[in-house]
Protein backbone atom coordinates (compact mmCIF):
# COMPACT_ATOMS: atom_id res chain seq x y z
CA UNK A 1 0.00 0.00 0.00
CA UNK A 2 1.18 3.60 -0.53
CA UNK A 3 1.22 6.60 1.67
CA UNK A 4 -1.40 8.78 1.85
CA UNK A 5 -0.91 12.78 2.11
CA UNK A 6 2.09 14.56 1.27
CA UNK A 7 4.20 13.96 4.06
CA UNK A 8 6.55 11.06 2.63
CA UNK A 9 8.39 11.05 6.46
CA UNK A 10 5.15 10.31 7.94
CA UNK A 11 5.36 6.28 6.91
CA UNK A 12 1.72 5.47 7.96
CA UNK A 13 -0.23 3.06 5.91
CA UNK A 14 -3.00 3.97 3.92
CA UNK A 15 -5.67 2.71 7.16
CA UNK A 16 -3.79 4.54 9.88
CA UNK A 17 -5.32 7.91 8.97
CA UNK A 18 -8.55 6.93 10.13
CA UNK A 19 -7.41 6.21 14.03
CA UNK A 20 -8.00 9.97 14.69
CA UNK A 21 -9.93 12.47 13.24
CA UNK A 22 -7.78 15.05 11.51
CA UNK A 23 -9.98 18.86 11.89
CA UNK A 24 -10.46 20.53 9.40
CA UNK A 25 -8.35 23.18 7.64
CA UNK A 26 -11.57 24.94 6.21
CA UNK A 27 -12.78 28.08 8.10
CA UNK A 28 -16.15 27.12 8.75
CA UNK A 29 -17.59 25.94 12.11
CA UNK A 30 -17.70 22.03 12.98
CA UNK A 31 -21.60 21.39 12.83
CA UNK A 32 -23.89 18.31 13.17
CA UNK A 33 -26.47 17.42 11.56
CA UNK A 34 -29.10 14.84 12.68
CA UNK A 35 -31.92 12.99 10.82
CA UNK A 36 -35.68 14.65 12.79
CA UNK A 37 -36.92 10.77 12.58
CA UNK A 38 -40.35 10.28 11.28
CA UNK A 39 -42.43 7.52 10.78
CA UNK A 40 -40.63 5.20 8.52
CA UNK A 41 -37.61 5.70 10.24
CA UNK A 42 -38.34 3.72 13.32
CA UNK A 43 -39.37 0.72 10.71
CA UNK A 44 -36.09 0.93 8.41
CA UNK A 45 -33.52 2.84 10.15
CA UNK A 46 -31.08 2.09 6.83
CA UNK A 47 -33.78 4.35 4.98
CA UNK A 48 -33.43 7.72 5.37
CA UNK A 49 -35.40 10.44 2.86
CA UNK A 50 -33.32 12.88 0.27
CA UNK A 51 -35.50 15.41 1.65
CA UNK A 52 -35.75 15.06 5.47
CA UNK A 53 -35.72 17.50 7.78
CA UNK A 54 -32.27 18.39 8.99
CA UNK A 55 -31.43 20.40 12.11
CA UNK A 56 -28.62 21.65 14.32
CA UNK A 57 -28.30 20.05 17.17
CA UNK A 58 -25.97 18.99 20.28
CA UNK A 59 -26.01 15.06 19.78
CA UNK A 60 -24.27 12.62 21.59
CA UNK A 61 -21.30 10.61 20.61
CA UNK A 62 -22.23 7.72 18.43
CA UNK A 63 -21.42 5.40 21.54
CA UNK A 64 -22.84 7.05 23.79
CA UNK A 65 -26.73 5.75 22.41
CA UNK A 66 -27.75 2.77 23.40
CA UNK A 67 -30.85 2.31 21.02
CA UNK A 68 -29.87 1.03 17.85
CA UNK A 69 -32.58 2.56 15.80
CA UNK A 70 -31.29 6.33 16.70
CA UNK A 71 -27.13 5.03 16.28
CA UNK A 72 -28.23 3.87 12.76
CA UNK A 73 -30.44 6.89 12.38
CA UNK A 74 -27.74 9.49 13.49
CA UNK A 75 -24.89 7.37 11.51
CA UNK A 76 -26.88 7.63 7.97
CA UNK A 77 -27.37 11.26 8.57
CA UNK A 78 -23.61 11.86 9.90
CA UNK A 79 -22.57 9.66 6.72
CA UNK A 80 -25.16 11.89 4.60
CA UNK A 81 -23.85 14.94 5.49
CA UNK A 82 -20.48 14.27 5.14
CA UNK A 83 -20.88 12.73 1.40
CA UNK A 84 -23.18 16.21 0.67
CA UNK A 85 -20.66 18.19 1.91
CA UNK A 86 -18.96 20.47 -0.82
CA UNK A 87 -15.45 21.92 -1.21
CA UNK A 88 -14.67 24.89 1.58
CA UNK A 89 -13.78 27.95 0.13
CA UNK A 90 -10.29 27.64 -1.49
CA UNK A 91 -10.01 24.22 -0.87
CA UNK A 92 -9.44 21.93 -4.20
CA UNK A 93 -11.88 19.12 -5.06
CA UNK A 94 -8.99 16.87 -4.52
CA UNK A 95 -8.65 17.97 -1.19
CA UNK A 96 -12.32 17.77 -0.79
CA UNK A 97 -12.70 14.28 -1.04
CA UNK A 98 -10.02 13.56 0.73
CA UNK A 99 -11.46 15.59 3.33
CA UNK A 100 -14.84 13.37 3.34
CA UNK A 101 -12.72 10.37 3.33
CA UNK A 102 -10.37 11.12 5.75
CA UNK A 103 -14.31 12.49 8.03
CA UNK A 104 -15.86 8.70 6.59
CA UNK A 105 -12.86 6.70 7.79
CA UNK A 106 -13.19 8.59 11.37
CA UNK A 107 -16.83 8.10 11.74
CA UNK A 108 -16.16 4.41 11.23
CA UNK A 109 -13.49 3.97 13.69
CA UNK A 110 -16.08 4.43 16.08
CA UNK A 111 -18.19 1.74 14.88
CA UNK A 112 -18.71 -2.01 16.65
CA UNK A 113 -17.46 -4.77 15.01
CA UNK A 114 -21.21 -5.75 14.10
CA UNK A 115 -21.82 -2.21 13.29
CA UNK A 116 -18.97 -2.45 10.96
CA UNK A 117 -19.95 -6.00 9.11
CA UNK A 118 -23.46 -4.59 8.50
CA UNK A 119 -22.42 -1.41 7.53
CA UNK A 120 -19.77 -3.09 4.74
CA UNK A 121 -22.56 -5.30 4.15
CA UNK A 122 -24.92 -3.04 3.40
CA UNK A 123 -22.38 -0.45 0.89
CA UNK A 124 -20.79 -3.41 -0.49
CA UNK A 125 -24.24 -4.79 -1.68
CA UNK A 126 -26.59 -1.82 -1.70
CA UNK A 127 -30.44 -1.95 -2.08
CA UNK A 128 -32.04 0.40 -4.50
CA UNK A 129 -33.96 2.71 -2.17
CA UNK A 130 -31.30 2.98 0.47
CA UNK A 131 -29.97 6.74 0.06
CA UNK A 132 -26.51 6.14 1.96
CA UNK A 133 -25.26 3.30 0.26
CA UNK A 134 -26.36 5.25 -3.52
CA UNK A 135 -24.22 8.15 -2.04
CA UNK A 136 -21.28 6.42 -1.25
CA UNK A 137 -21.34 4.92 -4.66
CA UNK A 138 -20.36 7.84 -6.16
CA UNK A 139 -17.35 8.49 -4.52
CA UNK A 140 -14.38 6.70 -6.81
CA UNK A 141 -13.14 2.93 -6.68
CA UNK A 142 -10.12 3.73 -5.09
CA UNK A 143 -12.11 5.69 -1.99
CA UNK A 144 -14.65 2.95 -1.65
CA UNK A 145 -12.55 0.62 -1.56
CA UNK A 146 -9.97 1.93 0.86
CA UNK A 147 -13.34 2.81 2.82
CA UNK A 148 -14.66 -0.91 2.61
CA UNK A 149 -11.48 -2.21 3.74
CA UNK A 150 -11.43 -0.12 6.94
CA UNK A 151 -14.51 -1.11 7.40
CA UNK A 152 -13.85 -5.17 7.12
CA UNK A 153 -10.76 -4.48 9.20
CA UNK A 154 -12.81 -3.50 12.62
CA UNK A 155 -12.57 -7.20 13.84
CA UNK A 156 -8.56 -7.34 13.70
CA UNK A 157 -8.28 -3.33 15.11
CA UNK A 158 -10.62 -4.45 17.90
CA UNK A 159 -8.15 -7.31 18.63
CA UNK A 160 -4.91 -5.51 18.83
CA UNK A 161 -6.86 -2.56 21.06
CA UNK A 162 -7.55 -5.22 23.58
CA UNK A 163 -3.64 -6.84 23.50
CA UNK A 164 -2.48 -3.19 24.18
CA UNK A 165 -5.07 -2.38 26.88
CA UNK A 166 -3.38 -5.98 28.54
Known amino acids: MGRTGSNPSAGSSELSIYKQHRPSTSRRPA ?4 VIPVSSAASAPHRVDEHADLRLVDEPELGALSDPAARAT ?8 ILAS ?6 TLDAAFRRKEHELGAVFARLSVAESRALHRRLSVPAQDDLVAARFGQLIVERRGRLLAFLADARRREAIAKFARG
Open 86 to 91: GPAHGE
Open 74 to 81: RLDARMLA
Open 31 to 34: VRLA
